[in-house]
């Protein structure tokens, strides 16, 4: 389980989540910012921060949103 980010993120980037995670887990592109899922420890202080509410636990990522886990795990695995 862990926390990733969705595309309201895109072009946005407000980089309050990088500011608080505890475990450096949250990195970007140029484009948004992903969360590492091997890294992330569930604290959830990311989610509230977030000023477009770019930022689910993974349970509750919306339908339309899905593709993002895997979006966030592969930008990791390079
Ligand atoms: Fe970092 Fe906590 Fe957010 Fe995971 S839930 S990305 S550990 S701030």
């Known amino acids: ?6 595309s309201a993120c895109k072009g946005e980037k407000a980089a309050e989540c990088v500011e608080v995670c505890p475990v450096d887990a949250i990195r970007g592109d140029d484009e948004m910012y992903y969360i590492d899922p091997d890294t992330c420890i569930d604290c959830g202080a990311c989610e509230p921060v977030c000023p477009v509410d770019a930022i689910y636990e993974e349970d509750f990522v919306p339908e339309e949103e899905q593709e993002y886990i895997e979006i966030n795990a ?3 695995q390079d």
């Open 74 to 76: 592969n930008f990791f």
């Open 1 to 6: 389980m862990a926390y990733l980010i969705t």
